[in-house]
């Protein structure tokens, strides 16, 4: 039993084995996940940041523009369309920008030093390039970080695009919202009158046949 013990151990010894390999190698099947699986999702929500704010465009055209127009003074009309399009227009253009535009690459300088620092012929199990020395962060950490609504990693060279994306956006919801209220209110009033006639009439119809309340 002894011997067979040291035999197994010697054949798994690994001197350049520690907790963190042993734990990336306990995480390959989720790395796998992440790589073949998961990736697909930043599409799924690009085409949702499309579609919702196409949405959103299509109801201010439809909706919005109708009631501005019958509205309010050509002067406001005309600051309208200039605004309301404009905002348009950075909206798109930075949200392009930051999902087409590279976020920047880490140094290689790092891995060089690495590999002069390990023996030859050490190399990683998951990148198939030299180990980095303990304190490293990963390479997503030296780069930004991932944004799943932009299918993209938001680093050095795109993240002014995608806060000014975030900007714009916030500003166009608060337009949509100010310019919006009137027509809000109006649609609000309306339901409640709705309401209001449809519970006079359960009352008259219960009081014609008979009952004291109204179902």
Known sequence: WHYG????????YNSFTNGDVVLDSLFEPVYWLVDHVTRWF???FVALVIGLTSSIVAIVYICLLPLILQTYTPAWICWHL???HWNLIMIVFHYYMAITTSPGHPPQVRHQVAAQLLPAGHWGPATDGPWEQP???SELGKLGWAAA???NCVGHYNHRYFFSFCLFMTMGCIYCSISGWEMFRDAYAAIE???LLEKERLQVAANQVGHPCPP
Do not use: Q
């Open 5 to 12: 013990h040291l035999c197994l151990r010697s054949l798994l």
């Open 42 to 44: 930043g599409v799924v």
């Open 82 to 84: 200039a605004y309301g």
């Open 135 to 137: 304190g490293d962060t």
């Open 149 to 151: 609504w932009l299918n």
């Open 193 to 195: 009158r709705m309401k």
